[in-house]
């Protein structure tokens, strides 16, 4: 998987995110000074608007779902911008705001959600170590931020997906980017493009001992049912992402994590199930993808089930923005072509007669 023109392997586990934000809107890597600046203009845009802080705190009390208050509290991202600000400028500094706050949003929601008040953005924390300490109250180490920031890296595109043109067809129509943002929520909140995370760790958990993996799974195979974390739409091969995450979480486990028991149950699990696919289902040639070393990683990041979608959204953020800008220099319309199939050569009945 090439980003920006960089192996996804070649920058994911060394670049900061503000780094591979950068990247992906000037198409080029910053020098120090242009770092720190970009640095700066996000930690600055981290607190909510009045108005969203108010909204989480509503939907919250509803118990929204978390990609519902995310949608929502999104589209209030903009508030505030100046009144003299260029059309350019002004989209410019929605796509900063939406990048800086994504964090603040799913972290102050999360704890609101929990009974607990938020926690303020720390202006000397970088953008991956804040989301954990507005998650956590505490500052978090070095190994927890740089696998979630490798994490963030390897997500933070893929192509043409369903959220991604989404936001692409918004723009394309000359609307704002903050508008082109909350369609692509919508559209990774579907269980179908957002949701395969989660369940991909569920037979791990399931089986619990290693001696259990391989009759447990050839009864899942046998019934049909599908391996969650294996096999992948567009590779046919190993998805590139697993490796780098693979690699992520084998030094978040040895250094940090404590559920080193579950790391080697589910290195177990990727063994067996890779065999059983290769006995079963030679001709597909299925292979581990991206969301079961996903799921592995922010387990071991003590993140919960419910937080591994809307973290997915912190990183895409950055992708979405930049695809936005190049749809937004590009100044064409999106409109695919369809061919009616239905019946035809119908006659009108009037309502009476029918």
């Not at 120090?32 to 108005?51: D, I, Y």
């Not at 779902?65 to 505030?80: E, F, I, K």
């Not at 046998?222 to 693979?246: C, N, Q, S, T």
């Not at 070393?293 to 930049?322: D, E, I, K, N, S």
Request: glycine share 8%.
């Amino acid at each position: 998987m090439i980003v920006a023109g960089f192996p996804v392997e070649e920058f994911a586990n060394r670049a900061s995110f503000e780094e591979t934000v950068y990247l992906l809107w000037h198409d080029a890597l910053p020098d120090l000074g242009q770092l720190s600046g970009f640095r700066e203009a996000l930690s600055a845009r981290r607190p909510l608007p009045r108005a969203a802080a108010l909204l989480l705190r509503e939907a919250a009390f509803e118990r929204a779902p978390v990609m519902d208050a995310l949608r929502m509290a999104a589209g209030a991202v903009g508030l505030g911008a100046p009144e003299d600000a260029s059309a350019e400028d002004e989209f410019y500094e929605d796509a900063l705001g939406l990048v800086a706050r994504f964090p603040t949003i799913v972290a102050a929601y999360w704890r609101l959600l929990d009974g607990e008040e938020p926690v303020a953005p720390d202006p000397e924390l970088g953008l991956v170590a804040n989301y954990l300490y507005m998650l956590t109250g505490e500052v978090p180490g070095g190994e927890f931020v740089r696998a979630l920031e490798t994490y963030l890296n390897t997500v933070v595109d893929h192509g043409l997906n369903a959220s991604t043109f989404a936001a692409r067809v918004i723009v394309s129509t000359r609307s704002d980017v903050v508008s082109a943002v909350v369609g692509a929520i919508g559209a990774l909140k579907g269980p179908l493009h957002g949701g395969a995370p989660g369940p991909a760790l569920d037979a791990v958990f399931e089986i619990r001992e290693a001696g259990e993996a391989e009759s447990y799974l050839r009864e899942k195979i046998e019934r049909g049912e599908r391996l969650m974390g294996f096999g992948h739409r567009i590779y046919k091969v190993r998805d590139p992402r697993a490796d780098v995450l693979a690699d992520a979480a084998e030094r978040l486990y040895e250094a940090e994590a404590a559920d080193t028991k579950l790391y080697r149950l589910a290195l177990e699990v990727e063994e067996t199930v890779l065999r059983l696919l290769a006995e079963y289902k030679p001709e597909r040639g299925l292979q581990t993808n991206v969301e079961f070393y996903t799921a592995l990683l922010l387990h071991g990041l003590g993140l919960p089930m419910g937080l591994f979608t809307p973290t997915f959204a912190v990183g895409r953020v950055a992708g979405w923005t930049a695809h936005c800008f190049e749809q937004r220099a590009q100044d064409r319309l999106i409109r695919p072509q369809s061919a009616y199939v239905g019946p035809r050569d119908r006659s009108w009945v009037p309502l009476e007669a029918r």
